[in-house]
Each structure stands twice: as structure tokens, then as C-alpha cells.
């Protein structure tokens, strides 16, 4: 869990800093003790993140017959890939989703978005059943086509095959240009997991936020724009609505979890079934 914190703690300070902060210099230059950690990552997610590699992952994964758990059972199991020798670790992502959903409340969002901050992160527990990190977390980016240079660590996709092949390495590759974001395949990793298994029961806006909050290329770079139709269009205002929310809604005194979950377990009995097929 440690290079996942890493690695969001990369993506939210020196790649896309709230706005009004200058990024920590250029990235690849930052001298920090967790370069190496994170430049590794990207190199291994970059080099396997093929189009064959996504068709399996989906293929083993989003026939959602894994287990049965509850949304705060996922919390918990979540907490089971917790390092013992770091205290700390164990909150961060009940925190971050509590610190999430607690601040898009305080702005007086609809209930479901509040949902959306609480669960968003849930597709994390993809790592403990042998997932390694760089298909779990990072940026997202469309598999079946060029990529897009503008994706974190860009430069890394040249270990990629799929650079190397004469339909995948072309701009539209397998897709129609304008064909839509849901009917093309995104590198495989928590986003597009949790999306399958909350798609039932969110409204579209909702699931947007889930399926592609890791896409910056997209909602933050403004690139893919060739792939997207008119229901994309409408919906990236949402995806972007929730971003900052992602990113930067660390607080300095942690909401107490005790204290909050009468509310949410409301919540979640509002939209979500008991039991969520993972
Ligand atoms: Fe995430
Ligand atoms: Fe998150």
C-alpha cells in the first residue's frame, strides 16, 4: 500500500497541483526519495498495460463472482493489505474516502455525490487478490490505440507492444473515432473495476466520476477528445466536478469515522444493495 500512497501523492502534487500552486518543477526532474518508486511504477504499468493484457483482466474480473461483500466490508477487507509495521496506513483510504465524501457534503452537494466520494476507491481491492499496483492504481488511459503522449510518463509506452503494432499504433487503432468513451477498453485498474460493480445502482453522473477519475488525459489534458460522442461531453463536467475532491480535500483534523457513520450508513442503504458483487 505504501507505493499506491506514493503514487497518488505524485499524481496530486507534482503532475496536476491544486490550481493556483505551481507543480513541484517539471516531474521527471524532481529530485524526492519516492521518484524512483513512482517512475518504476509508471514504467511497469506503461510497458504492460496492452490490449491483451486489459481483454484477460476483464475476463477474469468483471464476472463479479468473487465475493459478496457489503460497502464497509470492502472498507474493512481493504484495510486487511495494511502493512502491520506502519500504524498510520490503516486510515488512509478510509480516510481519504471519508475526507472525500465529508467535503463535497460541506459544499451542499446531492446525496449521491457525497456516495460517489465515499465509494470512489473502493476498486482498490482489486490488490488483494493478486493484482500487482500498476494494474490497481496511476493514471488511466484508452487501450486499442495510439497513446496519447500527454499520459503521465508517456515516454514509457515505447516498452509497450502494442506501440509496435500496425493497427494498435495508429491514432483510432480498433475504434470509430466518436464511437464513445463506454465502447472503448481503459487500462485495467480500480476505476473501471468499481465501475462494473456499482453500475447497477448509481446515477450516470455517478458512475462517470467512478470509471474515470484516473483519466486526466481526458478530463484534465483535454486529449481523446477525437474518441468521445456528445453523452461524454455532457458528462466531464461531472468528472471534473469531482476531481478536485479527489485530489485535494486532505483536511488537518480527520473527520471521526465513529461519529459519521450513522450518516453514511444511511447513505449507502439509500442507493446500494446489502451486499455489492465483487
Ligand atoms: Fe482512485
Ligand atoms: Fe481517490
Redesign the pocket.
Given at each position: 500500500m505504501k507505493d499506491i500512497d506514493a503514487v497518488?501523492e505524485f499524481i496530486e502534487k507534482q503532475v496536476y497541483p491544486e490550481p493556483g500552486q505551481k507543480a513541484k518543477s517539471d516531474y521527471r526532474n524532481y529530485d524526492n526519495p519516492g521518484r524512483e518508486t513512482v517512475r518504476d511504477f509508471y514504467r511497469e504499468n506503461h510497458r504492460h498495460q496492452t490490449l491483451e493484457f486489459v481483454r484477460a483482466r476483464r475476463a477474469e474480473f468483471l464476472q463479479l463472482n468473487r465475493q459478496k461483500m457489503s460497502p464497509f466490508e470492502a472498507l474493512d477487507f481493504l484495510n486487511t493489505l495494511v502493512d502491520d509495521s506502519d500504524p498510520d496506513i490503516e486510515l488512509d483510504q478510509l480516510q481519504h474516502l471519508l475526507q472525500c465524501a465529508e467535503a463535497i457534503r460541506a459544499d451542499g452537494h446531492e446525496d449521491w455525490f457525497v456516495l460517489t466520494g465515499l465509494v470512489?476507491?473502493l476498486?482498490?481491492v482489486l490488490c488483494l487478490w493478486g493484482q500487482p499496483q500498476w494494474a490497481v492504481?496511476g493514471d488511466t488511459f484508452p487501450v486499442g490505440c495510439r497513446f496519447n503522449e500527454r499520459v503521465v510518463y508517456s515516454e514509457f509506452f515505447s516498452e509497450n507492444p502494442d506501440s509496435h503494432d500496425p493497427v494498435l499504433s495508429t491514432e483510432p487503432g480498433i475504434y470509430e473515432p466518436g464511437c464513445g468513451l463506454r465502447n472503448i477498453l481503459m487500462s485495467w485498474g480500480?476505476?473501471e473495476y468499481l465501475y462494473h460493480v456499482m453500475a447497477p445502482y448509481l446515477p450516470e453522473p455517478a458512475l462517470y466520476m467512478i470509471r474515470y477519475?484516473?483519466f486526466y488525459a481526458w478530463h484534465r489534458e483535454e486529449q481523446y477528445a477525437w474518441l468521445c460522442d456528445d453523452h461524454d461531453r455532457a458528462m466531464l463536467p461531472w468528472v471534473r466536478k469531482f476531481n478536485p475532491y479527489?485530489l485535494y480535500s486532505k483536511c488537518p483534523t480527520p473527520p471521526d469515522w465513529k461519529l459519521l457513520r450513522p450518516y453514511y450508513e444511511d447513505l449507502i442503504a439509500k442507493y446500494l444493495p446489502a451486499a455489492l458483487a465483487f
Open positions: 497518488e470512489h476507491d476498486g482498490k492504481v480500480h476505476d477519475h484516473s479527489d
